[in-house]
């Protein structure tokens, strides 16, 4: 397959990934977050039922009320750092990479020595990256990243179990980053360098 092939296949998959990334933020916001506040209102007009009649029953209710509106409070939340996180804008990749290993229950290490601030698409694109290679967690996920600036590149390098390396690669590469993939008697290595010139610097 030539170069340009290469290319065009991964622009192919990014796109086909955002729009099944699209249909699962939906069925998200329908299945879970729609159906949380239609179970809410829902109680709200029994709960304007029981003032009139049953106090007890009426307060009874409002803590249950409470209890529900936090539970889809932090369903939504979780929605919307799946669609950016905030951690990112606010603290950085380190902090950012950890978090996402932390939400999947991967113990993992985050090697970031003095690492700076780096334009929204190349933190964008590690950080997406790194949540694709994390997938689903469990044995096949990697277990470190590694995160370098020489030379005016980034150097990023993910590390450790059978995962799925694609995604993380395409994301890599869509921003001008040139990445490779190997075997290694410890899982699977995926090794980029990325031009600071062509996707970092400076907020």
């Given amino acids: 397959m030539s170069e340009m092939d290469e290319i065009r296949a991964s622009r192919g998959r990014l796109t086909a990934a955002a729009f099944a990334d699209r249909r699962r933020l939906e069925r998200a916001l329908h299945d879970g977050v729609q159906q949380d506040l239609i179970a809410i209102s829902v109680r709200l007009q029994l709960l304007r039922a029981l003032v009139v009649d049953d106090r007890v029953a009426a307060l009874e209710l409002l803590d249950e009320l409470e209890r529900e509106a936090r539970g889809a409070l932090d369903r939504a939340r979780t929605l919307a750092a799946e669609i950016y996180p905030s951690l990112l804008d606010l603290r950085g990749l380190p902090d950012a990479l950890r978090e996402a290993a932390r939400a999947v229950g991967v113990r993992a290490l985050i090697d970031a020595p003095g690492l700076g601030r780096l334009s929204p698409e ?29 030379d005016g590149t980034l150097e990023v390098e993910f590390v450790g179990g059978a995962f799925d390396a694609t995604r993380a690669r395409d994301l890599l590469e869509a921003v001008g980053g040139r990445a490779t993939v190997e075997e290694t008697s410890g899982g699977r290595r995926v090794a980029a360098t990325i031009p600071l010139a062509q996707g970092a610097s400076a907020r």
């Fill in 122 to 150: 190349l933190e964008s694109a590690v950080y997406f990256g790194w949540c694709a290679a994390l997938g689903g967690a469990g044995a096949g996920a990697p277990t470190a990243i590694v995160l370098r600036e020489r």
